[in-house]
């Protein structure tokens, strides 16, 4: 079994901060890509923000110089930095990552997701 645990939503004020933290546990040879996505009421979830197990980074355009995605390897964790949220970064933050649970051949990664966290943002 694999499992993502986030952490650190939570009720913040316009130009806050706040830091999101996904740790992966479980089975796991290696992980690939990590993620962050997101979701707010009535929309479909996207992708704001990737990271590839080598470190290269990837943004959605509304969060670029605001938020930054950083893992720690050794500890099969990912973190979103946010700072200076809006209103409209309302949503359930989800964590993605592509594991691979064995070392056979060929290798097969398969998406894993976390159970959401909350970041709300008052004006």
């Known amino acids: 079994q694999v499992q993502l645990v986030e952490s650190g939503g939570g009720l913040v004020q316009a130009g806050g901060s706040l830091r999101l933290s996904c740790a992966a546990s479980g089975s796991i040879f290696s992980i690939n890509a990590m993620g962050w996505y997101r979701q707010a009421p009535g929309k479909q979830r996207e992708l704001v923000a990737s990271i590839t197990g080598g470190g290269i980074t990837n943004y959605a355009d509304f969060v670029k110089g605001r938020f930054t995605i950083s893992r720690d390897n050794a500890k099969n964790t990912v973190f979103l930095q946010m700072n200076s949220l809006k209103p409209e970064d309302t949503a359930v933050y989800y964590c993605?990552?592509?594991?691979?649970?064995?070392?056979?051949?060929?290798?097969?990664?398969?998406?894993?997701w976390g159970q959401g966290t909350l970041v709300t943002v008052s004006s």
């Open positions: 993605n990552a592509q594991i691979r649970r064995g070392n056979s051949l060929p290798p097969r990664w398969d998406d894993y």
